[in-house]
């Protein structure tokens, strides 16, 4: 039975993250990139202003609201996760070092997507029974389109549903106890296959992490946003720091980096000595990498925004434009500099993860930076739990109402003791095709009222 159900579920997912799905989504990006003029690009300046100009303007939101900053901090907590660092080296191995160039074309196509899905969050926004502000993809369909084209909203909150517990919660926690593992094992804490203390220590994470999520969901939007302005830029800050450094280190690798970047985009074999022949496959890679990293075109982030306590739909978008710029073209960019220009043997053609960034920082720095981005992966995950709380939070609400969120959040929390002390298995596939299913009614939208 699960044999067959793996099955069938790998079909769909080669589908959803396969080629017409991404021919789709970047075709969205560029149609809605041609109609604006490029604004991504012509206004790329204007963005960056606006939205670190209100970074640093401190002030309160009104009940129920975000202030712009934690709007885009929860949106980027939810995007700003693994992949970054495990998801990049995945891109690279397949697809080779030309798989960044198509992951900064994604990532350029996806702004104008992001800038639009904000747009539309904060412009058919509503207010809840709460005093909250609610929006999203389900909200601009059913306060947007027409209403034979409702059933696309229902849709989309079930497949958002779906995609929380795996996607967003037990393979987040997950990540937290293997990081905290092996950082006990390179510390010698705990013997090497002492399996009775680790399943310990994971079942004890797992109930503190549980208490902790449930503490910031049922806290609400307030809590939610204090918690993700102060952890995502202390995140990143690490993370880029660290990379940096690893950069500067290495500094004379640099223009052979870029040349083996844009030479591979086009010609792989000429820079993976044969083991990746297609151009095709480093194209997708690196188009599925963006995508995924980012969320544009899946309208999750759009969730988040809508929470923001602004007036102004169009300059919230620029924070879309913003997110996706630090997501991909800084933190997935620095994470494939630390891979390549650190010289560590990438097996090209063969799968490999976040060993393989980890690997990047420690031959540059030493095994003592494995405490650091244990630290970081940790944060990244736990962040990744909280922006996914609030977005099946708001979908589960929009199916059954706001009597549905309390018991949603506490069985949400309870799934990150699952997360913890089991083998995930099939759980991870199933939730990474529901989150690609969610792409589908959200462009079906966004094209419709572009």
């Given amino acids: 039975m699960l044999s067959t159900i793996e099955s069938i579920n790998n079909v769909v997912n080669d589908f959803i993250w ?3 799905a991404m021919i789709c989504i970047i075709g969205v990006g560029l ?54 660092i495990a998801g990049v080296a995945g891109a690279i191995a397949i697809g ?19 800038f639009s899905e904000v747009i539309l969050a904060v412009r058919f926004r509503e207010t809840n029974d709460k005093g909250e502000l609610v929006g999203g993809p389900m909200y601009y369909i059913k306060n947007g389109l027409k209403k034979h084209w409702h059933w ?45 203390v680790i399943s310990t220590v994971n079942l004890i994470i797992g109930i503190v992490l549980a208490i902790v999520i449930a503490l910031i969901l049922i806290g609400g939007i307030k ?7 102060k952890l995502v830029p202390f ?22 980096v870029f040349v083996s970047i844009f030479k591979g985009a086009f010609n792989p074999a000429s820079v993976t000595g044969g083991a990746i022949g297609s151009f095709f496959m480093s194209m997708k890679k690196g188009v599925s990498r963006g995508i995924f990293s980012n969320e544009a075109g899946l309208g999750t982030g759009s969730i988040a925004h809508a929470c923001a306590d602004t007036r102004k739909p169009v300059k919230q978008g620029f924070f879309g434009i913003f997110e996706v710029f630090v997501d991909t073209i800084v933190i997935c960019t620095l994470t494939a500099l630390v891979i390549l220009c650190s010289n ?7 799968a490999a993860g976040a060993e393989l960034t980890i690997s990047g920082f420690t031959s540059t720095y030493g095994g003592w930076v494995s405490v650091f ?31 549905a969120n309390k018991p949603f959040m506490l069985l949400y929390a309870l799934v990150a003791i699952v997360g913890a002390t089991m083998d995930l298995g099939l759980m991870w596939g199933i939730a990474e095709t529901f989150n690609g299913l969610m792409a589908i009614p959200n462009l079906i939208a966004v094209f419709l009222l572009s």
């Fill in 18 to 20: 396969g080629v017409p």
């Fill in 31 to 84: 149609y809605l990139s041609i109609r604006m003029g490029f604004i991504q690009v012509r206004k790329f300046a204007y963005a960056m202003k606006v939205t670190i100009g209100r970074i640093f303007r401190k002030r309160e939101a009104s009940d129920g609201a975000l202030t712009p900053f934690q709007a885009v901090c929860t949106a980027l907590a939810a995007t700003v996760g693994t992949g970054n």
């Fill in 96 to 114: 080779g070092p030309g798989a960044v160039f198509w992951m900064w074309v994604s990532a350029v196509l996806g702004m104008c997507s992001k």
């Fill in 152 to 196: 696309l909203a229902y849709l989309f909150s079930a497949f958002g549903v779906l995609t929380v517990f795996g996607t967003g919660n037990a393979t987040q926690v997950n990540t937290i106890t293997s990081a905290i593992d092996t950082a006990l094992y390179n510390m010698n804490i705990i013997a090497d296959g002492n399996t009775t």
């Fill in 223 to 229: 809590r939610i946003g204090q918690v993700t302005e």
């Fill in 235 to 256: 995140m990143a800050l690490i993370y880029i720091v660290l990379a940096i450094g690893v950069v500067l280190l290495n500094i004379k690798n640099i223009p052979s």
């Fill in 344 to 350: 560590v043997p990438v097996n090209y053609g063969s």
């Fill in 373 to 403: 981005t244990a630290v970081a992966m940790c944060c990244f995950a736990f962040s990744t739990i909280i922006g996914w709380g609030l977005y099946g939070t708001r979908c589960i609400e929009f199916l059954f109402g706001s009597r």
